[in-house]
């Protein structure tokens, strides 16, 4: 059985708001060591801090340097590129894509960040060729495709407003990978899932603070205080296999947490 800890959206910010999304974080992080048995990473997808700022990276990699587990972190419109490409953690060098292979499945991170579209996301021809590359390699094995803008409209016409522009571009490559277990995705600091080009699309919740969930047109995106949480995505184990995602809710809830 493998594990993947989905965390989403922390926020990480400096000043006198700091404290809360750190906190959330460290919950959520601390939840994940309570579990048993232990996931095998943890993937971010997206908005790792709030501002981009110098700062707010620091206090993020004091928040993870000593975490015992693997973690993987996705670019997300609130993220500065080049504060990520820093981070150790990444492949290398000019990634912000990049693969993690473990013996039972692959995690696959893309950038979705694209400046000129403000907070809507775009993974170009180029990447998305890249993608196709990489999945085409150990094919029996389940994939675990990361980003930050989900693909397809999700009935909240405020955030599908900035969602992935060529999500038809990702589906047509994505559907040609039966290796692929879920897309996951954040931005949408809701939990939602959605069949995607055979697969299933898995959205986070925030680890911080929740988006009201609004299907009209024309108000503004707002916030909600409802429980904070991240998703388990487990493989079972053969011969069921599969892959299930279960819900676990980091906030209004007194679950065991482990310390680091
Ligand atoms: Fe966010």
Same mark, same amino acid.
């Given at each position: 059985?493998?594990?993947?800890?989905?965390?989403?959206?922390?926020?990480?910010?400096?000043?006198?708001?700091?404290?809360?999304?750190?906190?959330?974080?460290?919950?959520? #992080?601390?939840?994940?060591?309570?579990?048993?048995?232990? @996931?095998?990473?943890?993937?971010?997808?997206?908005?790792?801090?709030?501002?981009?700022?110098?700062?707010?990276?620091?206090?993020?990699?004091?928040?993870?340097?000593?975490?015992?587990?693997?973690?993987?972190?996705?670019?997300?419109?609130?993220?500065?590129?080049?504060?990520?490409?820093?981070?150790?953690?990444?492949?290398?060098?000019?990634?912000?894509?990049?693969?993690?292979?473990?013996?039972?499945?692959?995690?696959?991170?893309?950038?979705?960040?694209?400046?000129?579209?403000?907070?809507?996301?775009?993974?170009?021809?180029?990447? #998305?060729?890249?993608?196709?590359?990489?999945?085409?390699?150990?094919?029996?094995?389940?994939?675990?495709?990361?980003?930050?803008?989900?693909?397809?409209?999700?009935?909240?016409?405020?955030?599908?407003?900035?969602? #992935?522009?060529?999500?038809?571009?990702?589906?047509?490559?994505?559907?040609?990978? @039966?290796?692929?277990?879920?897309?996951?995705?954040?931005?949408?600091?809701?939990?939602?899932?959605?069949?995607?080009?055979?697969?299933?699309?898995?959205?986070?919740?925030?680890?911080?603070?929740?988006?009201?969930?609004?299907?009209?047109?024309?108000?503004?995106?707002?916030?909600?205080?409802?429980?904070?949480?991240?998703?388990?995505?487990?493989?079972?184990?053969?011969?069921?296999?599969?892959?299930?995602?279960?819900?676990?809710?980091?906030?209004?809830?007194?679950?065991?947490?482990?310390?680091?």
């Amino acid at each position: 059985m493998a594990i993947i800890a989905h965390l989403s959206d922390p926020h990480i910010t400096s000043g006198p708001l700091a404290a809360a999304p750190a906190a959330g974080l460290h919950r959520a #992080l601390s939840r994940v060591l309570g579990l048993e048995p232990r @996931p095998d990473c943890v993937v971010i997808t997206g908005d790792c801090a709030d501002r981009g700022g110098v700062e707010e990276y620091a206090d993020l990699r004091r928040l993870l340097e000593r975490y015992p587990l693997p973690v993987h972190l996705v670019a997300g419109n609130h993220d500065r590129r080049a504060a990520l490409l820093a981070w150790p953690g990444l492949a290398g060098p000019g990634a912000t894509r990049y693969v993690a292979e473990y013996p039972e499945f692959s995690i696959i991170v893309l950038d979705s960040v694209e400046p000129e579209l403000d907070d809507a996301g775009r993974l170009g021809d180029e990447q #998305l060729a890249w993608l196709d590359d990489a999945l085409r390699q150990r094919p029996e094995v389940p994939a675990f495709v990361c980003l930050h803008h989900p693909p397809v409209r999700v009935g909240m016409p405020g955030m599908d407003a900035i969602r #992935l522009q060529d999500g038809p571009a990702l589906a047509a490559v994505v559907r040609r990978h @039966p290796r692929v277990a879920r897309v996951l995705a954040g931005h949408l600091h809701r939990v939602v899932s959605a069949g995607f080009a055979g697969t299933t699309l898995s959205v986070a919740p925030s680890v911080f603070r929740q988006v009201n969930l609004d299907l009209r047109e024309g108000p503004p995106v707002t916030f909600v205080d409802e429980p904070a949480g991240l998703l388990l995505h487990v493989l079972l184990p053969e011969p069921d296999g599969g892959c299930v995602t279960h819900l676990v809710h980091t906030s209004h809830t007194s679950a065991p947490f482990g310390a680091y």
